[in-house]
């Protein structure tokens, strides 16, 4: 054997902008869905899109195909859970890297999200009022990481406390950068 024949340092597997990496990622999680939705005999349009540094995939139908889709969210949202771990498993497959993707499916997440913020702003509320914390009723990575976005955006500090399963937000009331690691973690 030569010394050509052996590659002595190892070439990264994709190479480009961080922009068309998380573009590869949405179009290979969009062919994994797209398969599936065959599978299954749903109907519905994949929507691909890059938020806050990551690849985040939307499952969508009409009005009338939306109860069907729902069945992919499951009770709270546990299958949907379920199946974004199954699709970031597929793209890991394709580009030999780990993936943060983002799944929602029949808007359950971004509906999620909406209410999340809407407690935090609440919570903070009280918070600024009353000068003590507030803890939360504990929650997911996902739901935390909205909460922690939307309390500093308010201008106060919050951290996370606990062991999953029971982890939840505690609001402070001084104004600081939120220290909470949930706070700079990510829906993994």
Same mark, same amino acid.
């Given at each position: ?10 070439? +990264? ?7 068309? !990496?998380?573009?590869?990622? *949405? @179009? ?12 299954? @005999?749903?109907?519905? =349009?994949?929507?691909? =899109? ?12 009409? @009005? ?19 199946? %974004?771990?199954?699709? !970031?498993?597929? #793209? %890991?497959?394709?580009? *030999? ?7 929602? #499916? ?14 935090? %702003?609440?919570?903070?509320? !009280? ?9 939360? @009723? +504990?929650? +997911? ?7 922690? =976005?939307?309390?500093?955006?308010? *201008? ?16 402070? +009331? ?9 706070? %700079?973690?990510? =829906?993994?």
């Amino acid at each position: 054997m030569t010394t050509t024949d052996v590659e002595t340092t190892e070439e +990264p597997r994709r190479k480009g902008s961080t922009k068309s !990496r998380l573009e590869e990622e *949405g @179009d290979i999680a969009a062919d994994y869905l797209e398969e599936l939705l065959d599978i299954v @005999d749903l109907d519905g =349009d994949i929507d691909i =899109d890059i938020e806050n540094g990551r690849a985040s995939v939307a499952i969508v139908a009409d @009005d009338a195909g939306t109860p069907a889709l729902k069945r992919l969210v499951g009770d709270d949202g546990e299958v949907l859970d379920a199946l %974004q771990e199954l699709t !970031r498993l597929a #793209v %890991q497959a394709q580009t *030999g890297d780990r993936t943060r993707l983002m799944l929602d #499916v029949a808007g359950h997440r971004s509906t999620k999200r909406g209410a999340l913020v809407r407690l935090a %702003q609440e919570v903070v509320a !009280r918070v600024q009022a009353s000068g003590t914390a507030e803890r939360l @009723d +504990p929650m +997911p990575a996902f739901e935390r990481k909205v909460v922690h =976005d939307a309390v500093a955006a308010a *201008g106060l500090a919050s951290e996370s406390e606990g062991e999953e399963p029971r982890r939840r937000v505690v609001v402070l +009331p001084t104004p600081a950068a939120t220290t909470g690691e949930d706070a %700079q973690a990510t =829906d993994e």
